[in-house]
């Protein structure tokens, strides 16, 4: 009921035209995990007919652009109204047969964000086990065949800790390891990172 209460409120603020009072000269991310049609009900997860919708949504009301250009618009001092960057973490399976084919059957480019000691293997996140959902995840070929359709790719560790509970030599090994792993599958270095169990941060830690 939530998710469709924010859909429904979504809805009605962009028809109106009432986003352009709150998205003055700011650029938007949006974050998905799974397109899989097996798992309607996982919170994780959008069926393929909800991810094309959003998809004809941003397509509609905002310049669907690669993550790499929104963050070089960010840097340079670039207008970003309107703009918005689609990304998607973990490196699910579907990600490449489902979601990839349906932005780019309306030209729109994504960043995923792959955990790389996860792609290509039979690997159970807990999150997962729990739920009793058979996990699948992309193998090094698909990733970089997205990246040559030109998507973005980018790292999200090699095990997806919670970064802010490990070891900082673990973070470090983690977050290093897995740009290390990703650029060498690539042949070409990324750049892009995301950290896994993300939330805000608190200015007062960041100074001390």
């Not at 799974?34 to 959003?54: G, I, M």
């Not at 699910?92 to 995923?112: D, K, M, S, V, W």
Request: with cysteine; aromatic share 12%.
């Amino acid at each position: 009921m939530a998710r469709r209460a924010k859909a429904v409120a979504g809805w009605i603020v962009f028809r109106t035209g009432l986003y352009r009072l709150f998205r003055r000269n700011e650029g938007v991310i949006v974050l998905f995990h799974r397109v899989n049609d097996a798992y309607p009900n996982d919170p994780l997860t959008y069926t393929s007919a909800e991810f094309e919708s959003f998809v004809r949504f941003f397509g509609r009301y905002f310049v669907v652009v690669p993550l790499t250009v929104l963050l070089q618009q960010l840097e340079t001092g670039e207008e970003l109204r309107s703009r918005l960057a689609i990304t998607f973490d973990d490196g699910y399976h579907g990600n490449a047969t489902i979601a990839a084919p349906i932005l780019e059957r309306h030209n729109q480019r994504a960043c995923f964000f792959v955990t790389t000691g996860w792609i290509g293997t039979a690997h159970q996140p807990w999150w997962d086990e729990e739920k009793q959902i058979e996990t699948h995840w992309m193998t090094w070929d698909q990733v970089r065949a997205l990246r040559k359709s030109g998507h973005d790719i980018g790292s999200h560790t090699q095990t997806h800790p919670d970064l802010g509970v490990v070891p900082p030599e673990i973070a470090c090994a983690e977050i290093g390891g897995g740009m290390t792993r990703l650029d060498a599958e690539l042949g070409a270095r990324s750049g892009l990172f995301a950290y896994p169990f993300g939330g805000r941060i608190c200015p007062s830690r960041i100074s001390r």
